[in-house]
C-alpha cells in the first residue's frame, strides 16, 4: 500500500496531524499506532488517570523509566506516556490553564 503522508504514533500531535491532513480528499494518510484503538471503558473514564500511576503495570502505559539520576542519588524516574490511540492524552489527568489575563474569573465562568 502506499500513502501520501505516514504518520508514526496515534498520541495528542499525530491524531490531529492525521485528522488535518486527511480534510483534503486528495490526499491518502496512515496513521501506525503501536497500542490499541483506546476505546476501554479505562481511559475513557476519567478514573482511568490512575493506570498513569506508578505500579499499574504497562497496561495502555509505555511506563518507562529514566536513565539513572545524578541529582536523584542514582535512582530512576518514573515516566508514564500513553500507549492507544489518543497517547498520553488518553491516560493523562485532562487538567488545563486558561490564560485570559484580560477576563476576571466571574466572566470567564459565566460564559
Ligand atoms: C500521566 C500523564 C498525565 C498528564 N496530564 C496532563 C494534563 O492534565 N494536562 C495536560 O495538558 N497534559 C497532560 N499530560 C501531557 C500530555 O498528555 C502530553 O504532553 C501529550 O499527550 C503528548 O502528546 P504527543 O503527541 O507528543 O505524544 P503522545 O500523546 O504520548 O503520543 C505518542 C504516541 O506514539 C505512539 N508510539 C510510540 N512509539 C511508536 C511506534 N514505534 N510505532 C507506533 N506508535 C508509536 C504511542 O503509543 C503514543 O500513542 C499528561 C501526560 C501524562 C503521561
Given amino acids: ?6 504518520i508514526v504514533g496515534g498520541g495528542s500531535a499525530g491524531s490531529t496531524m492525521a485528522a488535518r491532513l486527511s480534510e483534503d480528499p486528495n490526499v491518502t494518510v496512515c496513521l501506525l499506532e503501536a497500542g490499541g484503538r483506546g476505546t476501554s471503558i479505562l481511559l475513557r473514564a476519567p478514573v482511568g488517570a490512575v493506570l498513569a500511576l506508578p505500579g499499574y503495570g504497562k497496561l495502555f502505559n509505555w511506563a518507562f523509566k529514566t536513565v539513572p539520576q545524578p541529582g536523584l542519588n542514582g535512582r530512576r524516574g518514573y515516566q508514564p506516556r500513553g500507549r492507544a490511540l489518543g497517547g498520553s492524552s488518553a491516560i493523562n489527568a485532562m487538567l488545563y490553564a486558561v490564560s485570559y489575563t484580560h477576563l476576571t474569573l466571574p466572566t470567564i465562568y459565566s460564559v
Avoid: A, G, N, R
Avoid at 500500500?1 to 505516514?6: A, L, P, Y
Fill in 1 to 6: 500500500m502506499e500513502f501520501d503522508f505516514v
